[in-house]
């Protein structure tokens, strides 16, 4: 069982950084990959980016690609999203989960309550 909590989100000027934390429970966060997702309000869940559990291999939507980097340490059991570059179509909540590495949330076994991004233009 993993429990994870988001941090760090808020209100941005476009242009402006943001760094998202996800905190993980239970001893086996390592064996997991990572993903961040984002919802905003009447739109779909999407998928942004993902981490394998070694940390070697990463995946990004073309939308965040270059802009989004996500990482991870696990001896702090804790997931990250540095956000640069921020446009107002990034805003939306964001959710980090663990289990696959694909883009679809139904391959994602668990997951945060989100955190609110809100890029002001």
């Known amino acids: 069982q993993v429990q994870l909590v988001e941090s760090g989100g808020g209100l941005v000027q476009a242009g402006g950084s943001l760094r998202l934390s996800c905190a993980a429970s239970?001893?086996?966060?390592?064996?997991?990959?990572m993903g961040w997702f984002r919802q905003a309000p009447g739109k779909e869940r999407e998928f942004v980016a993902s981490?394998?559990?070694?940390?070697?291999?990463?995946y990004y939507a073309d939308s965040v690609k270059g802009r989004f980097t996500i990482s991870r340490d696990n001896a702090k059991n804790t997931a990250y999203l540095q956000m640069n570059s921020l446009k107002p179509e990034d805003t939306a909540v964001y959710y980090c989960?663990?289990?696959?590495?694909?883009?679809?949330?139904?391959?994602?076994?668990?997951w945060g309550q989100g955190t609110q991004v809100t890029v002001s233009s």
């Open positions: 239970g001893r086996t966060f390592s064996s997991y990959n």
């Open positions: 981490l394998e559990w070694s940390g070697k291999r990463t």
């Open positions: 989960a663990a289990g696959s590495m694909g883009t679809m949330p139904q391959g994602y076994v668990y």
